[in-house]
């Protein structure tokens, strides 16, 4: 089948896997805080000697981004940035208190909103407030906005521990800047960069998107090549979520000025293979790495991991996110904070958790979360028994197309399915068929 004759009948409304079972097939009815915590304490008795992973929301941003996906609260006013601050050590030590002891934390992220819009004194005070240590040894990362990152923020947090940093660029082109209402200079960015290299930042990250509004082949290529020749160690090359439904800052433009179908798998066929011939390797589903950055050995290795944050190298079972909106992963089940500041505020001001839905794991979710984790992490998983024949049926077609091969009890992406990973772990999705797959949910796969 010819490329584009597959880019029709894949690109259908499709998850983006960063957990199993998907949000919005949560049992979040008959869920309830009580039930998890008490997942959560019996996880921590099993794995709490691998330590925990810990993301903190920050949602705060000056101004609105019109393809933003994430939770954010749009203010100017940075009288927010301390009581947010002091609500999330809060939060930290509620669960402190229920684990009844501080728990190894492993990996810690700084995401957002915009974790740079609060200054970089405030952000020391929660680091401190959450570790107690002047420097740890954990492995700490952030999300820096190119337009308000400064030298006081990357000083600070690398004295802190921080060695890792992620930078949204999205594109330099200045058509799709005025679209998205994002604004950054290749020269900001450079600066930042060189800035965090010369500090000792250990790895940076880039985040690009392709399919935004206004982007043509000839920015995009542009853009890439600024970004190559800075060299972050990582790059995010992400497919635009459009979903005005859900975010009406999309709205602020129309279908027609968005790149759909062949136009945008060409962006991202020509995006991918500038990356891969400047040394870039490709890890799971939209990330490009150097040879010489830990997510690369962790695809190696098969140590590689993906949940709510992305890709990473430092997996844990027990993930525990605090701040509005923030997920956390037991093992066994997730639960969600509140989406709303005030929400979240009232609830920790009051000694409360503020968890607002939530999913208990069965055995089934859990060794299809498996499956899918396998497939977006090592590029194949492999079943004891036979494939069941419900999944069986929904890979012919995949099988049929190439994307996808099987051996014995194997399912092994094929090189021409990298590109249609989502729609490969559709077919592992029993949540997704039993209810139907819902076209208002999710963006499209491509
Ligand atoms: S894209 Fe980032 S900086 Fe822009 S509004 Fe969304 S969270 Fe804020």
């Known amino acids: 089948m010819s490329t ?54 920050l949602p705060f941003c000056e101004s609105l981004c019109t393809y933003c996906g994430c939770n954010t609260r749009i203010t100017k006013n940075h009288g927010v940035e301390l009581p947010y601050l002091k609500a999330v050590i809060k939060e930290w030590e509620i669960y402190c208190s229920f684990l009844g002891e501080r728990p190894k934390i492993k990996e810690l992220h700084l995401g957002g909103g915009t974790p740079t819009f609060f200054n970089a004194e405030n952000l020391k005070t929660l680091i401190l407030g959450i570790t107690h240590q002047e420097k740890s040894e954990i492995a700490c990362s952030f999300e820096g906005h190119p337009d308000n990152t400064n030298i006081q923020h990357l000083q600070t947090l690398y004295a802190l521990g921080f060695k890792r940093l992620s930078l949204g660029i999205q594109d330099f082109d200045p058509k799709v800047q005025l679209m998205i209402n994002r604004f950054q200079t290749p020269e900001q960015v450079a600066k930042i960069t060189s800035e965090a290299r010369a500090i000792g930042y250990e790895s940076i990250n880039f985040d690009l998107i392709y399919g935004l509004p206004s982007q043509n082949l000839l920015g995009l290529s542009e853009t890439i090549t600024e970004v190559i020749h800075m060299k972050p160690e990582r790059i995010a090359f992400y497919s635009y979520a459009h979903v005005p439904w ?73 993930l525990i996110g605090l701040g509005v909106s923030s997920i956390s992963d037991c093992h066994t089940a997730f639960a969600q904070n509140s989406k709303t500041v005030e929400s979240y505020l009232n609830h920790v001001e009051n000694g409360t958790l503020s968890i607002e839905k939530g999913h208990l794991l069965n055995d089934m979710d859990l060794s299809i979360r498996q499956h899918i984790l396998n497939l977006m992490c090592k590029g194949a998983t492999h079943f004891d028994d036979p494939i069941p024949p419900t999944i069986k049926n929904r890979l012919v077609p995949l099988l049929a197309d190439r994307l996808i091969e099987i051996e014995n009890h194997e399912v092994r992406v094929a090189t021409l399915g990298k590109s249609f990973l989502r729609n490969i772990c559709m077919a592992f999705d029993e949540r997704l068929w039993k209810f139907k797959p819902n076209t208002t949910l999710f963006s499209k796969a491509l």
Do not use: C
């Open 4 to 57: 584009n004759k597959l880019l029709k009948k894949y690109n259908v409304a499709a998850p983006r896997y960063t957990s199993y079972p998907t949000v919005p097939y949560w049992e979040s009815e008959s869920f309830s805080e009580q039930k998890w915590l008490t997942a959560l304490k019996n996880s921590y008795n099993i794995y709490k000697q691998e330590g925990i992973s810990l993301y903190i929301h």
């Open 246 to 318: 859900i975010k009406s800052g999309q709205r602020h433009f129309d279908e027609n000025d968005i790149p759909q179908g062949d136009e945008k798998f060409a962006l991202y066929q020509m995006g991918r293979e500038m990356l891969m011939r400047a040394g870039y390797q490709e890890i799971g589903m939209d990330h490009f790495a150097l040879k010489k950055d830990s997510l690369y050995e962790a695809s190696l290795n098969a140590s590689l991991h993906r949940n709510f944050m992305g890709y990473t190298d430092q997996h844990t079972k027990i």
